[in-house]
Nanobody
């Protein structure tokens, strides 16, 4: 099983980034996908989630209207479009795959996002 995040980097406040998480080794289309982040010195927190079919999404309050989660089950990839980035969005962003009932739970290594002028 592999989850490989990409797309992170350094961006100025107000800028945008698109993160990707490529999955392999499991039946991607059966798993809910979640993006988490961990700011420096803080706990990991939920960013956004999408159900296995993509029919439902959920966001943390501070991300609503700025971030969009989506997935392509043909490409086994989940995305996180981030707009209007703020310095407080600086964190390591992680991709998580969760099976129905939460029996299986897979994590990627994360990708660093730094928002700074």
């Amino acid at each position: 099983v592999q989850l490989v995040e990409s797309g992170g980097g350094l961006v100025q406040p107000g800028g945008s980034l698109r993160l990707s998480c490529a999955a392999s080794g499991f039946t991607f289309s059966r798993y809910d996908m979640i993006w988490y982040r961990q700011p420096p010195g803080k706990e990991r927190e939920l960013v956004a989630a999408i159900t296995s079919t993509g029919g439902s999404t959920n966001y943390a309050d501070s991300m609503k209207g700025r971030f969009t989660i989506s997935r392509d089950n043909n490409k086994n990839t989940v995305y996180l479009e981030m707009n209007s980035l703020k310095p407080e969005d600086t964190a390591r962003y992680y991709c998580n795959a969760r099976s129905p009932g939460g029996i299986y739970n897979f994590w990627g290594q994360g990708t660093q996002v730094t928002v700074s002028s």
